[in-house]
């Protein structure tokens, strides 16, 4: 059998293998992935994520998001999936999320856009439809096959170098337009779609979704300036969202059972902001921009270099150190210097954030306050700049390595 046809037949098989239905839509998908790896995988970046961001205890954002959550769960029929519903702090970030296997986000950045509890329950059945409908799995799908194709095209026209180039050079446009975006918004869409089936099973009206978008597209509008055209986006535009949502609105009112019940508001921004929780973000900016600087090797070894100097250790314990614990400079200076500043051994503090307890939680029971270590990542920054602009006047000056 020639290469080509091999190659094709490889493609082929893995097309029949993996072709599977999208729920409600019925829209055929390619799934080269197994649920339980998807759900592995997405649960692991619920946890990174959550580790990383600063989480509400506000009683009344918690307990409205998990209230219009479980009722969108029971919607959903998933048995197999272990729900846990969440509220991020960070009021300049309008999202939310769910991955497969139940776990959803919700930022307090979307409540002013939400409103209340059928605006939530849009948000809600739009990013739970996303996990049903295993999207996540589809898009690694599509990428395993783009890399699949690619290889295969490389092999078949080996023998012709020059129309080889030209033909991989199209190839690759396609797989970056023509293939993967696209796709994007069909899914943004079916998300949309499944949404309103969820909403409307939850009890709530879907004909909110039609106020939801338009709130979101003046929150937007409002604050980009030169956003993608349509066609470069992985969403919809919000013409066209109007248009398939009230095409889709009759099919989801079929589900929907009007119910006696007072409609719950979620709180405001300045309820939910507190000093804590704004210290917390500014910390959590310091240690991205911490990690964004080590990125480079000049950077990297200015980071490591200002981490000794702050905390009065060799450097190269520091650069041990972190890579051991296998984080971020910026998450490892702080827990570091957590430990310097208080009573407990390193290992105790690295335990705690590993846990998912709040940086102010960990600080206070190390014996320290968040105040100090946010006082203290800031002038790791400016010490950091410091010894960078040293670095950059060295000629060919290497990045950190243990000696």
Request: aromatic share 8%; net charge positive; charged share 25%.
């Amino acid at each position: 059998m020639s290469r080509v046809c091999f190659s094709f037949l490889s493609l082929l098989l893995a097309l029949l293998a993996g072709c599977v239905a999208a729920p409600i839509t019925g829209r055929s998908q390619l799934m080269l992935v197994s649920e339980s790896q998807e759900t592995a995988l997405g649960e692991e970046a619920y946890r990174h994520i959550l580790r990383d961001s600063v989480l509400s205890n506000n009683s009344e954002a918690l307990r409205i998001v998990r209230k219009v959550g479980e009722r969108i769960a029971r919607a959903a029929n998933k048995s197999d999936y272990k729900w846990e519903f969440k509220v991020i702090n960070d009021p300049e970030m309008i999202n939310a999320f769910a991955v497969p296997g139940g776990k959803v986000a919700v930022y307090t950045g979307i409540f002013p856009v939400a409103r209340d509890e059928a605006g939530l329950a849009v948000v809600l059945g739009h990013e739970v439809a996303h996990a049903l409908a295993r999207h996540a799995g589809e898009r690694m799908s599509q990428s395993m096959l783009v890399q699949l194709g690619g290889v295969g095209l490389s092999a078949a026209l080996g023998s012709n170098p020059q129309l080889a180039n030209q033909v991989l050079q199209a190839y690759g446009l396609g797989a970056g337009l023509g293939i993967i975006l696209p796709f994007s918004r069909s899914q943004e869409s079916e998300a949309d779609r499944i949404g309103l089936v969820l909403m409307a099973k939850a009890g709530y009206d879907p004909r909110a979704s039609l106020e939801v978008w338009e709130r979101m597209e003046k929150k937007e509008s409002g604050r980009e300036r030169g956003a993608p055209p349509e066609y470069l986006s992985t969403h919809p535009g919000y013409e066209t969202r109007t248009q398939q949502l009230r095409s889709w609105i009759p099919e989801a009112m079929k589900y929907y059972q009007p119910e006696e019940q007072r409609v719950e508001f979620l709180p405001s921004s300045d309820i939910l902001d507190s000093p804590v929780a704004k210290a917390e973000r500014e910390l959590l900016k310091r240690i991205r921009a911490i990690n964004q600087q080590a990125e480079d090797p000049r950077g990297e070894r200015a980071v490591v270099e200002a981490i000794g100097y702050s905390l009065r250790m060799q450097p190269s314990i520091a650069y041990q150190e972190r890579q051991q614990l296998k984080m971020g400079y910026g998450q490892y200076a702080a827990l570091r210097a957590l430990s310097s500043m208080g009573r407990s051994p390193l290992r105790r503090v690295v335990t705690d954030y590993e846990r998912g307890v709040s940086w102010s939680e960990v600080a206070q029971a190390n014996g320290t306050r968040l105040t100090e270590l946010l006082s203290w990542m800031g002038e790791l920054r400016r010490t950091a700049a410091v010894f960078y602009g040293q670095l950059r006047s060295t000629p060919q000056s290497p990045g950190y390595r243990t000696r």
